[in-house]
């Protein structure tokens, strides 16, 4: 029997394997999630079947429940959340993955004492799941705005860099010495649980794509300790797997933002940041002009290329739709439109490929940055919505402003701007953006989805 | 150093596969288109729920009178699999939407 299992977790690796890969690919993708998916059950089914040892009935059930709970919990959320939760979400399943882990290493601690080997694995798990989950969840309230603010206490690079030596000298003491007490063992579990809440509070909102994608590898690590643990090869190989393609994923991401994964953490996002932010503000000179939809409908009217550009505000106003709307009429009146996709326009990258994508906006008219960048001196009308940093002329001409370096979308080139906002408020990275004030821009204000409405019953009136 | 030793060779086969799937790791995302990003991490996400493998044999290997461990293991066994399910089905919910235009 236990060959059967042998070879369950083999076919499990390799389905993680090639899954993964095919996630790769738009065409392979959705496949591959769900030759993972298969995989992962056959493993659970595998793993609670074929037990080498009697195991008494409760047990059984109590697993069944576990399992049945956490099925229609996790089915029911998935299914149901918003298209722009789903970052969010994903952050949150990620820190439930790290919290597994955690309770693993609290429970077995006991189990495993005088194998400092074992020991060292267990409490390496510990921390790692317990920074993980406090890490997710600090990472989740940021994304849906309950923390907005990046909290730092002075000299947090310092405070933190210590407290984590500090915490890995614990654990060493504790295996070393092989002591034997519970106390210890919630002590460096709670001190994990705080590190992992003072490694993202002090990193800002915009870059939680960066700090979810770590976290997931540091859970991925930790499932791979506790596969070491009992040698289970299942646990092993899916463990190292997202650990090692959840590194590489983190710096693809950092590369798209043209940020270095150190300054991500340790902050060039910093307290420097605010003094810089207010001088910007200070210095840009010049009004802001306020148009109707009405003007923007002739605008678009008779323009012949018109580039959309969707940010995170599209989104939060649930205005894809009416986007596509947008679109479909321009088009029909014999303008060219085309979406203009900014690797990390929105919370997450492909966030805007994703929202766009429920509502049949044909592939061929999202164009990444690259591609579109060219077309924009030759375009007569770019429609920002609720978009802002991606734009920000500053990362090109402003060495002192925090985005600096970050490729942006150079829309300032086109012959008119139109940005819809919902008031004059910085985005994201807490900046002004000098776009606003250009002499071709003008502003209409409002909620994505109502300013559009009315964009779209104008443009049907003429 | 003998313990060190020792640990090495009783788990060679381990430290092979480590080895050689933090190699596969990183071939497999090369070059990821940035559309792809998100539905890959979450992907991922949902794989290394495979950590719920191990809340399962924490509790089939507890004592049927461990209070605790079994209270605790449940709680593990459910956000694993919280962890899984959740992760898959949202990595599909996102894909779903690729797929559509096709």
Redesign the interface.
Known sequence: MEFILTLIYLVASITYILGLKMLGHPKTARKGNLIAAFGMGIAIIGTIFIYPKEVPMMIYVLIGIAILIGTIIGWLVAKKVAMTKMPELVSIFNGMGGASAALIGLIEFHHYQGQTLSIVTILAGLIIGSISFSGSMIAWGKLNGTINKPIRIPKYNIINNLFFIVLVAFAGFIAYQGIDSQLYLYVLFVGALAYGVLFVLPIGGADMPVVISLLNSFTGLAAALGGFLYGNMVMLTGGILVGSAGTILTFAMCDAMNRSLSSVIFGAFGATTSTATDEASRKIKGNIKETTPSDVAILMNYANKVIIIPGYGLAVAQAQHIIHELEELLIKKGVEVKYAIHPVAGRMPGHMNVLLAETNVSYDRLIEMEDINPEFPNTDVVFVVGANDVVNPAAHNDPSSPIYGMPILEAENAKYIVVNKRSMKPGYAGIENELFYNQKTSMLFGDAKDALGKLVSELKNM | MT?LIE?ITA?LQ?IY??IL??????E???H???????????????????????????????E?DNI???S???????????????????????????????
Do not use: Q, W, Y
């Open positions: 313990e640990f788990n381990m596969i480590v799937m933090i190699f596969v790791g990183v497999i995302i090369g990821v288109p940035a559309v792809l990003h998100t539905p890959l991490m979450s992907g991922a996400n949902a794989i290394h729920g495979v950590v719920v493998v191990g809340a399962i044999l924490v509790m089939l290997g507890s049927p605790l461990a079994l605790l293991g449940f709680v593990a066994v459910l956000l694993g699999t919280l962890n899984v399910v959740g992760g898959f089905v949202v990595t599909d919910r996102m894909l779903e939407m690729f797929k559509k235009k096709k």
